[in-house]
C-alpha cells in the first residue's frame, strides 16, 4: 500500500470529533442555565460564567486548529521540552501562585487564571509516552518501572505541595496505563488492598482491624506452612499492614485539611463530632486534637453542597423540567454548580433520561478512545491514547460520583463540560494531539514489543 497517497494520510476520526463538539456545548448551554438570570441574559455577555466560557471555547477552537497543522513527530520529539517547562512552572506557583479556595494553583494573568496542574496531565502523558516509545526501551526492570513512577509522582507532589488534593489525585490514572504496557497486576492489587484498608480504618477501630489481619494471616500459614516462603510471606503482610492502619489516623488528622478530612466522612457517613474524639483516644500518641473547634460540627454542615446537588438531581425526576428551567439551579441553592457540580444541572433540567443518555454517550467516547489507542501501531502514540482515556475517564468517574454522593468531593472538573478555561484548553489539547497522531497512524512503523 502507498502510504504517501494525501487520501491516506488524513484520517481524523470525524466521529470521536463530532461527540467532542457535542459534548462542549451541551457543555456551555448547562453552564448558560446555572449562571443566567434576568438581568443577563446575553450569552456572550463576558462578565457571566457562561460568557467566559463561550470565550474559552473559541480560544480552545484555535488551539486544536494549530495543533492539527503540527506534524505528527512535533509531539514525540517535544515530549521531555514540554514535561520540563510544566513542572519549572509547577515549581514556580508553589511561592508565587494565587491562592484561591485553600490551593495556591493559579498564575493570574490580568483577570484569566491558568492552572499549570490541568496542563501536568497533558505534559506527563507527553513524556511517558516518550519513555516508553524509545527505541528498545522495554516496561520491565527496576530501572524502567523507577522512571516511569518518577515522570508521574514528580507533577503529582508539586500539585499536592499546592494543597490540591484532587488535581493530585487524577495522577494515579496513569498507572492505568502502565499496567497495560505490563505492569505486574500486583500492583494494581496491593493499591486496591491499601484503598479498603484506609476506609476500613475509618469506618471501624484500628485494634479490630490489627487483629483481624493477624487472624487472616495465621489462617492462611496454617493451611500452607508447608511452604517456606508462607510464613515470610505472612508476617510481611501483617507488619506492613499493621503499620498502614497505625499511620491512616496520623495522616488523616495531620496532613489532610479539615475540609478534606470532612468530605471523606460525609461519603462514608460517619458523624465528624464521634470521629475526632474516638480516634483521639485510641492513639493519643499521636496527639489528635480532640478539642478542634470542628469536632462539634455535625456532619449535615459539610454534606451541603452533595445534599443539595442530588436534590437538583432528583427534582428532575423522570424527564427533566427543560432547558433553563430548573428550580432548584435558578434559586442558586447548589454551590459550584458551574464548575465541580456541573452533572445535577443536567439531572435536573432532563431528569433521569437525559441523565442516562448523556453518560451512556460519555461511556462511548471514553470507550472510542481506548479502541483507537489500542489500535495504534506505535508505540508512543499507544501509550500516549491509553494516558488521555485514563485520565478522562478519571475525571468522569470521580466527578459524576461526587455529584451523585457515593465519591468524595474533590474538586475536579467534568472534562469539556464544566467551567474553566485551563481545564478546557488540556483536555482539548490532550484529545486532538491524540487524534492527530491516530490520523497519522498509516504512516506510522509498527514498534509492537
Known amino acids: 500500500m502507498n502510504y504517501n497517497r494525501p487520501e491516506e494520510n488524513i484520517r481524523i476520526d470525524w466521529l470521536t470529533v463530532i461527540i467532542y463538539i457535542l459534548i462542549v456545548g451541551f457543555g456551555a448551554m448547562n453552564i448558560y ?24 471555547i473559541g480560544v480552545a477552537a484555535i488551539i486544536v486548529f494549530l495543533i492539527l497543522l503540527l506534524d505528527p513527530k512535533f509531539f514525540n520529539f517535544s515530549g521531555y521540552g514540554i514535561y520540563i517547562v510544566v513542572i519549572i512552572m509547577l515549581l514556580i506557583l508553589l511561592g508565587t501562585g494565587v491562592i484561591n479556595k485553600g490551593a495556591q494553583a493559579w498564575f493570574k494573568i490580568g483577570s484569566f487564571k491558568l492552572q499549570p496542574s490541568e496542563f501536568a ?18 516496561f520491565a526492570g527496576r530501572k524502567n518501572i523507577a522512571i516511569c513512577f518518577g515522570i508521574i509522582l514528580l507533577p503529582m507532589a508539586l500539585t499536592l505541595a499546592q494543597n490540591d488534593t484532587g488535581s493530585a489525585l487524577v495522577f494515579a490514572s496513569f498507572f492505568l496505563v502502565l499496567y497495560r504496557e505490563g505492569l505486574s497486576g500486583w500492583y494494581l492489587v496491593i493499591g486496591l488492598y491499601m484503598a479498603a484498608l484506609f476506609v476500613f480504618t475509618i469506618l471501624f477501630p484500628s485494634l479490630y482491624l490489627i487483629l483481624t489481619i493477624l487472624l487472616i494471616c495465621g489462617t492462611v500459614f496454617y493451611f500452607f506452612k508447608k511452604y ?17 492502619i497505625l499511620s491512616v489516623d496520623f495522616i488523616f488528622a495531620k496532613v489532610l485539611q479539615p475540609h478534606q478530612q470532612q468530605r471523606i466522612l460525609v461519603t462514608l ?34 454534606s451541603y453542597n452533595v445534599r443539595q446537588s442530588k436534590i437538583s438531581i ?28 456541573i452533572f445535577c444541572t443536567v439531572g435536573e433540567e432532563y431528569g433521569f433520561v437525559g441523565s442516562t443518555l448523556f453518560v451512556l454517550v460519555y461511556l462511548f467516547f471514553i470507550g472510542r478512545l481506548y479502541y483507537m489507542a489500542e489500535r495504534q501501531k506505535n508505540v508512543f502514540s499507544r501509550v500516549y491514547g491509553y494516558c488521555t482515556a485514563s485520565v478522562i475517564f478519571f475525571h468522569f468517574f470521580v466527578n459524576v460520583g461526587m455529584a451523585l454522593g457515593v465519591l468524595p468531593v474533590i474538586g475536579i472538573p467534568l472534562p469539556f463540560m464544566s467551567y474553566g478555561g485551563s481545564s478546557l484548553f488540556s483536555f482539548s489539547m490532550m484529545l486532538f494531539t491524540f487524534l492527530k497522531l491516530d490520523a497519522n497512524r498509516v504512516n506510522e512503523i509498527s514498534s509492537v514489543y
Open 33 to 56: 442555565s446555572a449562571n443566567s438570570t434576568i438581568d443577563h441574559t446575553f450569552i456572550f455577555d463576558l462578565t457571566m460564567e457562561y460568557g467566559k466560557q463561550f470565550l474559552w
Open 121 to 138: 496531565k497533558y505534559a506527563t502523558s507527553l513524556a511517558l509516552a516518550k519513555f516508553l516509545g524509545t527505541f528498545d526501551v522495554k
Open 228 to 244: 517456606a516462603q508462607m510464613l515470610w510471606l505472612s508476617l510481611i503482610v501483617f507488619i506492613s499492614s499493621s503499620i498502614f
Open 269 to 302: 457517613n460517619q458523624d465528624v463530632a464521634e470521629y475526632y474524639p474516638r480516634k483521639a483516644k485510641e492513639f493519643s500518641l499521636f496527639k489528635i486534637d480532640a478539642n478542634r473547634k470542628d469536632k462539634k460540627a455535625s456532619k449535615r454542615d459539610y
Open 314 to 341: 432528583g427534582a428532575g425526576r423522570w424527564v427533566g423540567n427543560g432547558f433553563n428551567n430548573g428550580t432548584q439551579t435558578k434559586a442558586k441553592l447548589v454551590p459550584e454548580q458551574h464548575t465541580d457540580f
